[in-house]
Nanobody, 123 residues
């Protein structure tokens, strides 16, 4: 499966963006998908994930209550709706196939990654 992340951009503090992770080459139905982000000079952080049936989701404490992950398997796409964005949310965001529990997100063995999409929160 190939993953394509999109939707990043420049937004003012307090604003919103919706990221998309579109799959091609295979149906997304069977894949557990997560979002990671990496800010300059910082380690990669697992942000959120969603199981194939959308029955389980995970959010990092740093985004809980502000970000919402969802999926539309018919459109082969996973979304990350980001609201109340703050400068500390500035990072390159990546989607990937993962292992997802309500408590953690882990990159799947031999996981697939999309290219990153840059989110910049600045006034």
């Amino acid at each position: 499966v190939q993953l394509q992340a999109s939707g990043g951009g420049l937004v003012q503090p307090g604003g919103s963006l919706r990221l998309s992770c579109a799959a091609s080459g295979s149906t997304l139905d069977y894949y557990v998908i997560g979002w990671f982000r990496q800010a300059p000079g910082k380690e990669r952080e697992g942000v959120s994930c969603i199981t194939s049936s959308a029955g389980t989701t995970y959010y990092a404490d740093s985004v809980k209550g502000r970000f919402t992950i969802s999926r539309n398997n018919a459109k082969n796409t996973v979304y990350l709706q980001m609201t109340s964005l703050q400068p500390e949310d500035t990072a390159v965001y990546y989607c990937a196939t993962v292992i997802c529990t309500p408590y953690t997100i882990v990159v799947a063995p031999k996981g697939y990654w999309g290219q990153g999409t840059l989110v910049t929160v600045s006034s």
